[in-house]
């Protein structure tokens, strides 16, 4: 009996304690406008280079507009992604697999994957020729090019035989 008044007890602290989290975590949005402490994460690569270029609020909401203003063609892409991987999931269900099928979905994936692609790059490089200052574009490049590094070094990495890789 006491045991399990016990637990019940235990239990209705803890729901009392991640309550007061809750609350904490809330309160804590409104203060910041909305912000939280995933803000950072939420904005992903906006936010990080935003915040690395030092972008000004003009700047910012320049490329909102750039931003908004390819909503048009980017959401039909993302819609059409999303019905491919969702297609992929139907037709490998429960263990099935045709090749086939499977095949035409994963051409379908790669092409709006390519479509996406080419518009991502293209919004990169009105923001770099339309908003960024030369030392910003300086820094960019910069970035780039620590980018250009991680990259080489990760297919050095992977050429590799696999012995070797994992022993430096």
Known sequence: MKTR????????LAL??????????AQQSNENGG?????GHRHGYFGHM??????TDAQKQQIRTMMQ??????RPL???LAQNRLAMLNATANGTFDQAKVQALATQQSQITAQLAVQKASIHSQIYNQVLTPDQKAKADQMRQKQVER??????????PPGEATAQ
């Open 151 to 160: 990259i080489n070094a990760r297919l050095q990495k992977l050429s590799q």
């Open 35 to 39: 912000a939280s402490a995933w803000s």
């Open 50 to 55: 935003a915040r690395e270029l030092n972008l």
């Open 16 to 25: 009392v304690l991640c309550g007061a989290v809750m609350l904490s975590y």
């Open 69 to 74: 203003s390819q909503r048009a063609t980017l």
């Open 5 to 12: 008044f016990f637990s019940v007890v235990i239990g209705l």
């Open 78 to 80: 993302m819609q059409q």
